[in-house]
């Protein structure tokens, strides 16, 4: 299979050249996200965060090789912090590279 696009991962309207990547708010609005002109930063992370586990996670990966980047289904968690409670929604993002040979060549000694 192939990587990943732009597409499959952040929505429809993605895009890139060699100095920007483009993501549409629009195609974020189904993490819920409600586009404006003044989103947070950690909203909009969020939001990113919770898109790209769309095409990048576990269940995928297991049905194409070329998905090196896996982003978990969120563990919920109680925190408490300034004596207040918060739920905490914890996502594990991983990365994978090919393992390198247990046998080193002796010039990587």
Known sequence: MAEPT?????????TQDATTLTIS?????ETGLTPAADNTAQSLIAALLKKGKGKLNVANQELDPDIQVTISDPALCTNNRNNINY???NYTVSFEIEAAPIDPDPDDL
Do not use: C, S
């Not at 732009?6 to 993605?14: P, Q, R, S, Y």
């Not at 708010?25 to 609005?29: G, P, Y």
């Open 6 to 14: 732009l597409i499959e991962v952040f929505g429809d309207n993605a």
């Open 25 to 29: 708010k629009a195609d974020l609005v």
């Open 87 to 89: 739920d905490q929604y």
